[in-house]
T-cell receptor, first 111, second 118 residues
Framework: AQSVTQLGSHVSVSEGALVLLRCNYS??????LFWYVQYPNQGLQLLLK??????LVKGINGFEAEFKKSETSFHLTKPSAHMSDAAEYFC?????????FGAGTRLTVKP | GAGVSQTPSNKVTEKGKYVELRCDPI?????LYWYRQSLGQGPEFLIY????????DSGLPNDRFFAVRPEGSVSTLKIQRTERGDSAVYLC????????????????FGPGTRLLVL
């Protein structure tokens, strides 16, 4: 089955700085890839998804991710962090209805 | 027009007891998923329904766990003889029919039920 690794359980950036959250996957077949965000005491919300169309995927709130097959990566970026971006971010890979999540990265944004 | 709802939001029970967790999906969504999220971990797939039938229950950890969706809408996750290790947040998600591409459709998650087994 596929698996997902998120490098860095905690990432801290200053407001206005670049956000980079790393995600690598392992799968025997090309998976669909997702980034979800979880705010405190709320459900998971989809940020963006890759489904074999364009390799650069734009999502909500200014986030985007690039699928790189050669690196088996799907890193999430945002050019300028905002205080409201502080949350837990999960990368996920899905093959045939089987969705596997990474352990998550907690993003802290410092004023 | 509400999203996915789950009840109760919190459940405290004693080891060995039986619990039921309920999920109300978004109206019209045919696919429903249950996940378990332990502290510091990502969600772990448990079971997937397409309509009334369980299309994939390979994630259920053992036979103490069972889920139903009798009318193709509301689903109940049932845990028998609860153990302390069952303590986690149980998440439910729903999506429109996945069509021919399986899980490609966006899953919409509920806020979860936090289960604590003492």
């Amino acid at each position: 089955a596929q698996s997902v690794t998120q490098l860095g359980s905690h990432v801290s950036v200053s407001e206005g700085a670049l956000v980079l959250l790393r995600c690598n996957y392992s799968s025997s077949v090309p998976p669909y890839l997702f980034w979800y965000v979880q705010y405190p005491n709320q459900g998971l919300q989809l940020l963006l998804k890759y489904t074999s169309a364009a390799t650069l995927v734009k999502g909500i709130n200014g986030f985007e991710a690039e699928f790189k097959k050669s690196e088996t990566s799907f890193h999430l970026t945002k050019p300028s962090a905002h205080m409201s971006d502080a949350a837990e971010y999960f990368c996920a890979a899905a093959v045939n209805n089987d969705m596997r999540f990474g352990a998550g990265t907690r993003l802290t944004v410092k004023p | 027009g509400a999203g996915v709802s789950q009840t109760p939001s919190n459940k405290v029970t004693e080891k060995g007891k039986y619990v039921e967790l309920r999920c109300d999906p978004i109206s019209g969504h045919t696919a429903l998923y249950w996940y378990r999220q332990s502290l510091g971990q990502g969600p772990e797939f448990l079971i997937y329904f397409q309509g009334t039938g369980a299309a994939d229950d390979s994630g259920l950890p053992n036979d103490r766990f069972f889920a139903v969706r009798p009318e193709g809408s509301v689903s109940t996750l049932k845990i028998q003889r609860t153990e302390r290790g069952d303590s986690a947040v149980y998440l439910c998600a729903s999506s429109p029919s996945p069509g021919t591409s399986g899980i490609q459709e966006t899953q919409y998650f509920g806020p979860g039920t936090r289960l604590l087994v003492l």
